[in-house]
């Protein structure tokens, strides 16, 4: 594929926003609105960390500048009101709110708490709420733990891996790595008595840190659950590492190296939705995340001012890309659901470039994390940039699941 700077690309016409008619589509009967499950909630606007690889504020989206800095109680409130009419409406068993940022826990404890217990109070009976708060894991203290035992909020803390490799990249405002700090966090959460409000790690993989190195030091905090995060990038914002060579694979060979391990651990091993995901589809299963696998996005996200927006990750795009034009003070959730970049991440099959359609790890792969689709001259109709380690990812956990079957099913034919 032949880059295209963002500057060419206004001249071009993008998917979906140029290309997809969604009065047509929906008058053919071809899209179906699903409503949203899952809310990223941007409480806070800023943070105390200058992570280099940061999507909100290293990437080419520079609007945050104008974002109030937290979200109002007024805006707060507003959103509640909001995310209970959408459920009312659609009555899901249970959403996911996630308390966002920037860094969540600068908004403070008292705005957290009250936005919580204000949208259970106005949850429809029958809808429950499941709370997360996203944070760097600097500023966890006394008051944070409090405020997540007594209002029934999780916590996920980023952590990279190592001291060497997690400060390579999550340092401070001076430059500092942070990883002293988060480790001393995460071994409070890792306490028998706070266990129960730790929801686990988010780790951004670094392929140039040894993939074994990583993932024990990540078990060495006994967390109950790790996200492993692809590094956003797409075909014209390149992520690091991954060139144009299709034959290179190194997120494919990391990821594999680390699936290995996890899939041979005696005992029951830490959950990683990622694997668990490959495996759920290889065997005719659903995807438990939308890194993989290509189910329709049930996600909105909503900025500090009340914006309703598409995805916060988009930003690494370009600038605005993730924007919708509609806010939560004068339009509901439904609203956002007719906005073409969310048809195109509800569209099944239809949403992805021809060669995801005809590729033999599709049904799995599904085109992977939409932001990684990118491209400037013609937006997202486009496979992965990680195409080629996904194929090689998909492939390795295809095999290891082939020969176990095979090996089981020898040992069930020379049972007596
Ligand atoms: S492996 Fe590549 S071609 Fe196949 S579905 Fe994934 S991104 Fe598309």
Avoid at 14 to 19: A, E, G, H, M, V
Avoid at 20 to 26: E, S
Wanted: charged fraction near 20%.
């Amino acid at each position: 594929m032949t880059p295209v700077t963002p500057a060419d690309a206004a001249a071009h016409e993008r998917w979906p926003d140029d290309l997809l008619d969604v009065t047509a589509l929906r008058a053919a009967g071809r899209a179906h609105p699903l409503p949203f499950r899952e809310f990223v909630v941007k409480v806070h606007s800023r943070c105390n960390l200058a992570c280099t690889y940061c999507y909100v504020y290293e990437a080419a989206d520079q609007l945050w500048r104008r974002q109030p800095h937290t979200m109002s109680r007024h805006t707060a409130e507003r959103l509640c009101h909001r995310i209970a009419e959408h459920a009312a409406r659609h009555r899901p068993a249970s959403i996911r709110v996630i308390l966002h940022g920037g860094e969540p826990l600068l908004a403070g404890t008292s705005l957290l708490r009250g936005l919580t217990r204000t949208l259970r109070e106005l949850l429809p009976a029958g809808t429950r709420a499941e709370v997360v708060i996203q944070t760097n894991g600097t500023l966890l203290d006394d008051a944070v733990l409090r405020l997540c035992h007594e209002e029934d909020i999780r916590i996920a803390v980023s952590l990279d891996g190592t001291p060497r490799t997690h400060d390579r990249a999550r340092r401070d405002a001076a430059g500092r790595g942070t990883h002293a700090r988060v480790a001393a966090a995460l071994r409070r959460l890792a306490a028998p008595e706070h266990r129960e409000v730790w929801a686990g790690l988010l780790c951004t993989v670094d392929v140039t840190a040894d993939p074994l190195l990583t993932y024990e030091h990540l078990l060495s905090y006994d967390p109950p659950a790790i996200r492993l995060l692809l590094p956003l990038g797409n075909w014209t914002t390149r992520p690091p590492g991954r060139t144009a060579d299709p034959t290179a694979v190194p997120y494919g060979h990391w990821l594999a190296t680390v699936f290995d391990t996890w899939y041979r651990a005696p005992g029951p091993p830490v959950r990683i939705a990622f694997f668990e995901s490959i495996l759920d589809l290889l065997l005719g299963g659903v995807t438990r995340t939308e890194t993989i696998g290509g189910a329709p996005s049930q996600l909105a996200v909503v900025d500090t001012d009340g914006a309703l927006t598409l995805s916060d990750q988009l930003k690494s795009a370009y600038e605005g890309a993730d924007r919708s034009g509609l806010d939560i003070h004068r339009h509901s959730f439904d609203a956002l659901l007719g906005h073409p970049g969310v048809v195109a991440r509800q569209l099944a099959a239809e949403g992805l470039a021809a060669q995801c359609r005809d590729c033999p790890v599709g049904a799995v792969c599904g085109g992977g994390h939409y932001p990684h689709r990118y491209r400037a001259d013609n937006g997202y109709l486009n496979p992965s940039v990680y195409c080629p380690d996904l194929m090689a990812l998909i492939r390795h956990v295809a095999q290891a699941v082939r020969t176990d079957l095979a090996a089981a099913s020898r040992a069930g034919g020379a049972r007596p």
